[in-house]
Every structure is written in C-alpha cells, then in structure tokens.
Nanobody
C-alpha cells in the first residue's frame, strides 16, 4: 500500500505565495507521474499540474505561469510553488500519484492524498 501525505496549505492573502508538498511512502518500486488537483464544493476535481518521472510537466491553463511543479524522484515527493494567488485559487488541493508500481512486475495503481485546504482572501 502507498500513502500520500500533503502539507503546506493555509490561509493567504491575494497576491501571496504558498508551497505545497506531497510525500509518497510505502512499498514503491516506481511512480510514473505525480501531480496536484483541486476541488471546490459543488464542482468536479480539476487538474492543476502534473510531472512525470522523466521531467515532463503539464499545467492547467488557469495556473500556467503562476504555479510551478517539481519532483524529487529519490524522495518520492512532489512540490508545487504557487505564486500570485487569486481568490479563485481557493480549493482543497489533492496530491495524486499515478501509475504506481509496488514491485517490478506489479500492476499499476493510482493513489490520492487526503487533501490540503488553500484559502485565498481578497
């Protein structure tokens, strides 16, 4: 089993910055992609950014230029630096680990963290 633990959320004023972290632990052989999604009440969870093990990154259009995702593959950790925060960035941010293998011949599984609240005041 694999666990994802997020940290770094909180309350920040518009224009401010935050850095979220997510560490994966447990029986891990490889993780193809790690990323961040966010969700507000009444809406579907949406992609924020993802980063693959080879360094490829992908961002939602709404955050490109303000958010920067990075990974430490050796630590199975993903970070997202969030700058120029806007009130519309307020959401629960979830960490995702996609196509995780626990052993060399194992099956791929996806995992989610519990979420961390980011609130941006105007």
């Amino acid at each position: 089993q694999v666990q994802l633990v997020e940290s770094g959320g909180g309350l920040v004023q518009a224009g401010g910055s935050l850095r979220l972290s997510c560490a994966a632990s447990g029986r891990i052989f490889s993780i193809n992609a790690m990323g961040w999604y966010r969700q507000v009440p009444g809406k579907q969870r949406e992609l924020v950014a993802t980063g693959t093990s080879d360094g490829t990154t992908n961002y939602a259009a709404s955050v490109e230029g303000r958010f920067t995702i990075s990974r430490d593959n050796a630590k199975n950790t993903v970070y997202i630096q969030i700058n120029s925060l806007k009130p519309e960035d307020t959401a629960v941010y979830y960490c995702n680990a996609a196509r995780v293998k626990s052993t060399w011949g194992g099956v791929f599984k996806d995992y989610w963290g519990q979420g961390t609240q980011v609130t941006v005041s105007s």
